[in-house]
């Protein structure tokens, strides 16, 4: 059976597409209405921008789930069970997170309190939990995350840092 590929594109976009879809609406009604609804959609148009920004954001986080293994994220334990290792840990257990894309493939490097290093691929099946996960650590920079996830240059990279 042959894949769509533009369904495929239409769904991996959707919130984006939704989003912009709210936007345009909230212009519609600032260009062609009056009194309440021109003012409300002004609050429609700039909330449809922030859901279309964050969106984006999360599009560019998600990867081809081809990579072995699976990740979960249940009240506050991320689960990754892999085809050779795996770990159960809290959010709050994290030290430090880096990417390394210096193998064929990248992967996140999750160090956490026991000295102990958790090394998940990127393209794992659930891989778009951990986009909330990260984004929820004190002080985390989304942008940098997303420029060494699309970056072509092979190395490894330290995201963030926990602080005493």
């Not at 495929?8 to 939704?18: K, N």
């Not at 290792?85 to 992967?107: P, W």
């Not at 090394?119 to 891989?127: K, L, R």
Request: proline share 1%.
């Amino acid at each position: 059976m042959e894949k769509n590929i533009l369904l495929d594109s239409l769904l991996i976009w959707r919130e984006t597409i939704v989003a912009i879809m709210f936007a345009g609406l909230g212009l519609y009604w600032i260009i062609n209405s009056y009194g309440t609804l021109y003012f409300v959609g002004y609050g429609v148009l700039i909330t449809g921008i922030i859901f279309a920004y964050v969106g984006y954001q999360r599009t560019s986080f998600k990867r081809t789930e081809t990579g072995g293994g699976i990740v979960e994220f249940t009240e506050g334990q991320i689960s990754y069970f892999g085809p050779k290792t795996g770990a159960i840990f809290s959010i709050s257990d994290i030290e430090c997170l880096s990417i390394d894309k210096s193998n064929t493939s990248s992967t996140w490097i999750i160090e956490r309190t026991a000295d102990y290093t958790i090394e998940i691929p990127t393209n794992v099946e659930g891989n778009e939990v951990l986009f909330d996960v990260f984004n929820s650590l004190e002080g985390f920079q989304i942008h940098q995350m997303l420029e060494a996830l699309s970056s072509s240059q092979c190395n490894k990279t330290v995201l963030w840092q926990k602080y005493d």
